[in-house]
């Protein structure tokens, strides 16, 4: 089956740190760029983060840069979203793509 799923979202106070994870099977992998992707309560996606297949060029949006580090183990199938610094519009659904797969998203809440 190609799938993608996500882990490692929790609840976190502001200035903590997450690790996200997406594991990949069914395809072959090592082919395809990744993309994370959020969407808040009440607001439309965004991008956020992306990964060419080989892992030699990173994106971030504005909104990220400099506190999200994205990377993958092609060996293993996986891709990692370290969040630092989060911030309380950090809080959203987030997503793992090639954008014709999707995972079924993990919650990141950002709470005092």
């Known amino acids: 089956e190609v799938q993608l799923v996500e882990s490692g979202g929790h609840m976190v106070q502001p200035g903590g740190s997450l690790r996200l994870s997406c594991a990949a099977s069914g395809f072959t992998f090592s082919n395809f760029g990744i993309h994370w992707v959020r969407q808040a309560p009440g607001k439309g996606p965004e991008w956020i983060s992306a990964?060419?297949?080989?892992?030699?060029?990173?994106l971030y949006a504005d909104s990220v840069k400099g506190r999200f580090t994205i990377s993958r183990d092609n060996a293993n199938q996986m891709v990692y979203l370290q969040m630092n610094n989060l911030e309380l519009e950090d809080t959203a659904l987030y997503y793992c793509?090639?954008?014709?797969?999707w995972g079924q998203g993990t919650q990141v809440t950002v709470s005092s």
């Open positions: 990964i060419t297949a080989s892992g030699g060029t990173v």
């Open positions: 793509t090639t954008y014709t797969i």
